[in-house]
């Protein structure tokens, strides 16, 4: 498909468009380039050409190992995308290789994407330096994706869609800001529902007077992890923050890894458990995990408890393998899995 496709979609997203790069690195080059195994750190544009280039010089103990879209809401749709919703994904992305290497990487996973030519500057990166035990540090540099005006919003598109996903990461820029307002307007003259990733502890504690507005008048769902939730409410009570988080949507779904999820409503709570599997990386789960919850509540119209059941074993396959998203035949094994279940249950 052409990007700025005006055809209907499941699904409109608006997040960061960051492109993932995963290099193999010694711990002497790291510990030069002054980072602490297993750390995030972000960066400016100076810090980023630095390290970029001492990545890439001529005998660097460094080794170029992938390259793949990312972003926590491009994630997410990716997912909710590869098992059958049509999706539109919103983000800023400059005028240069890895811009063009992500724009395409959604088109040819079928995403729509607003046609509004690539901008000047650099797309936002995220360098994973992986050390020979494995652990990965994060080093991002956002570049134009934080700048997100409006005009990369196809608000007729929205207007056409079932429901608007956000990812809280946008409430650290106020041009960004201003666009969700814009966004969040054109949903709510349309009566779409609105569902809301709080993306980071780190986030609610800096930005939460901003992200209240999200949710005036409460938003359709609320997703989350438990340290999110615990950081919202200002308590270490989970139970507690369930009831401060309803205040902000009408449903709510917080996940706890290995422990499963909770899905909350008015009329109560349930506690749902996860698969025991073997993991070799969280990496992606989360953002799996809201990826199906949105295909299997928004596009399949299954209650919100069955869709987190599904979402479950989908970020539980997630962990088995590398990479910030589960590949479309996994999901889609998942999925038939999942349908065979409830065959069996029913038959």
Same mark, same amino acid.
């Given at each position: 498909?052409?990007?700025?496709?005006?055809?209907?979609?499941?699904?409109?997203?608006?997040?960061?468009?960051?492109?993932?790069?995963?290099?193999?690195?010694?711990?002497?080059?790291?510990?030069?380039?002054?980072?602490?195994?297993?750390?995030?750190?972000?960066?400016? &544009?100076?810090?980023?050409?630095?390290?970029?280039?001492?990545?890439?010089?001529?005998?660097?103990?460094?080794?170029?190992?992938?390259?793949?879209?990312?972003?926590?809401?491009?994630?997410?749709?990716? =997912?909710?995308?590869?098992?059958?919703?049509?999706?539109?994904?919103?983000?800023?992305?400059?005028?240069?290789? +890895?811009?063009?290497?992500?724009?395409?990487?959604?088109?040819?996973?079928?995403?729509?994407?607003?046609?509004?030519?690539?901008?000047?500057?650099?797309?936002?990166?995220?360098?994973?330096?992986?050390?020979?035990? +494995?652990?990965?540090?994060?080093?991002?540099?956002?570049?134009?994706?934080?700048?997100?005006?409006?005009?990369?919003?196809?608000? @007729?598109?929205?207007?056409?869609?079932?429901?608007?996903?956000?990812?809280?990461?946008?409430?650290?820029?106020?041009?960004?800001?201003? =666009?969700?307002?814009?966004?969040?307007?054109?949903?709510?003259?349309?009566?779409?529902?609105?569902?809301?990733?709080?993306?980071?502890?780190?986030?609610?504690?800096?930005?939460? @007077?901003?992200?209240?507005?999200?949710?005036?008048?409460?938003?359709?769902?609320?997703?989350?992890?438990?340290?999110?939730?615990?950081?919202?409410?200002?308590?270490?009570?989970?139970?507690?923050?369930?009831?401060?988080?309803?205040?902000?949507?009408?449903?709510?779904?917080?996940?706890?890894?290995?422990?499963?999820?909770?899905?909350?409503?008015?009329?109560?709570? =349930? &506690?749902?458990?996860?698969?025991?599997?073997?993991?070799?990386?969280?990496?992606? +789960?989360?953002?799996?995990?809201?990826?199906?919850?949105?295909?299997?509540?928004?596009?399949?119209?299954?209650?919100?408890?069955?869709?987190?059941?599904? +979402?479950?074993?989908?970020?539980?396959?997630?962990? &088995?393998?590398?990479?910030?998203?589960?590949?479309?035949?996994?999901?889609?094994?998942?999925?038939?899995?999942?349908?065979?279940?409830?065959?069996? @249950? =029913?038959?």
């Amino acid at each position: 498909m052409t990007p700025g496709s005006a055809s209907a979609c499941d699904i409109f997203a608006l997040g960061h468009a960051v492109v993932d790069v995963e290099f193999e690195v010694s711990p002497d080059l790291l510990a030069s380039l002054g980072f602490e195994p297993g750390a995030r750190y972000l960066i400016d &544009e100076g810090q980023f050409q630095i390290l970029h280039a001492a990545l890439q010089a001529p005998g660097a103990e460094a080794r170029w190992i992938a390259q793949t879209g990312g972003g926590s809401a491009a994630n997410a749709i990716v =997912t909710a995308q590869r098992l059958g919703a049509q999706c539109h994904f919103a983000g800023k992305l400059a005028r240069d290789a +890895a811009g063009w290497f992500y724009q395409q990487t959604l088109q040819n996973e079928g995403v729509q994407v607003p046609d509004t030519p690539l901008a000047d500057g650099i797309s936002g990166h995220c360098l994973v330096l992986v050390t020979p035990d +494995a652990e990965r540090t994060m080093v991002l540099y956002l570049g134009v994706t934080t700048e997100l005006e409006s005009s990369y919003v196809d608000l @007729n598109a929205l207007g056409q869609a079932g429901c608007l996903y956000l990812e809280s990461y946008l409430v650290t820029d106020p041009v960004a800001r201003d =666009t969700v307002g814009h966004a969040l307007d054109t949903a709510a003259r349309q009566k779409l529902p609105v569902i809301v990733s709080l993306s980071d502890a780190g986030i609610i504690q800096q930005w939460r @007077n901003d992200l209240q507005r999200w949710f005036q008048p409460p938003i359709d769902l609320l997703l989350c992890n438990e340290s999110e939730a615990l950081a919202w409410a200002e308590t270490a009570d989970l139970g507690g923050a369930l009831g401060t988080l309803l205040q902000l949507a009408h449903k709510v779904v917080v996940t706890r890894g290995a422990s499963g999820a909770l899905v909350a409503e008015a009329t109560g709570h =349930t &506690e749902l458990a996860a698969p025991r599997v073997q993991a070799v990386s969280a990496l992606g +789960a989360g953002d799996t995990f809201a990826g199906a919850v949105l295909f299997g509540h928004y596009q399949q119209h299954w209650p919100l408890l069955r869709a987190a059941e599904f +979402a479950i074993r989908c970020a539980a396959r997630k962990v &088995e393998f590398n990479g910030p998203r589960l590949a479309r035949e996994q999901l889609i094994w998942v999925y038939s899995q999942f349908l065979n279940s409830d065959n069996k @249950n =029913t038959g």
